[in-house]
């Protein structure tokens, strides 16, 4: 379900309460506010997955376990691709890993990918994918992210821009998995059919994605 003032979760915890405002936004949107609409796409290709095959393959079929929910969905859309500069070790937001924050640039980073990590919204089944990539001395990270349609405001004729990383993204190895995990981060986003403000996605993970 997507709230920010009712319509994405900023934080997981508030997900029952925003849950009854999604859906009495899904039912005044109607049929027409379920279409999607190619030309509402950020970032139209994804040149992140170009040199690394298992990675596409662990994004696909991350995308595939937490499929959107067809009662209040028409499907995801594009990937949305994004880069953002080197973070920080540790810090308030997790304590211990990467911690990446910033304005999100549209297009992907060239280099050797150091590591990967992926996230998702429990609620509403977006997600995101995230590779570290090294440039000699410069630390880059790919910021692919997949939302679901919602309504006329995601999808629809909803133009999406000024991706932000909102509450930092914490990256953690996991010893179990063949990815990182992205224990806890939220993006926000605006949309031009949406006029009260940013709409906030929130990502986790806990536990491998790929199991």
């Known amino acids: 379900m997507k709230t920010v ?9 508030k997900s029952l309460a925003l849950t009854l405002v999604t859906a009495s936004l899904v039912v005044s949107c109607g049929k027409d506010a379920n279409k999607t609409n190619s030309s509402d796409t950020y970032v139209g290709s994804n040149p992140v997955f170009q040199s690394s ?12 376990k937490f499929a959107c929910n067809p009662q209040v969905s028409s499907g995801r859309l ?21 911690t990446v924050s910033g304005q999100l640039v549209p297009g992907g980073a060239s280099g050797s990918i150091q590591g990967s990590y992926a996230g998702v919204n ?8 995230i590779t570290k990539m090294a440039n000699g001395s410069q630390v880059v990270y790919n910021v692919v992210v997949s939302l679901c349609s919602y309504g006329n405001f995601i999808g629809g004729n909803g133009q999406l821009s000024n991706f932000t990383i909102t509450t930092p993204i914490v990256l953690n190895s996991s010893s179990n998995c ?12 605006t949309s031009s059919t949406y006029t009260y403000g940013p709409i906030y ?8 994605l790929l199991q």
């Open 178 to 189: 063949p990815i990182g995990n992205v224990s806890i981060g939220e993006i926000g986003f």
């Open 78 to 98: 594009p990937d949305l691709v994004f880069t953002v500069q080197g973070g920080s070790q540790g810090g308030y937001y997790g304590g211990y890993g990467n």
């Open 5 to 13: 003032k009712g319509l994405k979760f900023r934080k997981l915890g």
């Open 122 to 129: 429990v609620g509403t089944k977006d997600a995101v994918y």
């Open 53 to 64: 095959p298992t990675d596409l393959s662990h994004w696909n079929a991350i995308k595939n």
């Open 201 to 208: 996605a929130g990502f986790t993970s806990n536990s491998c």
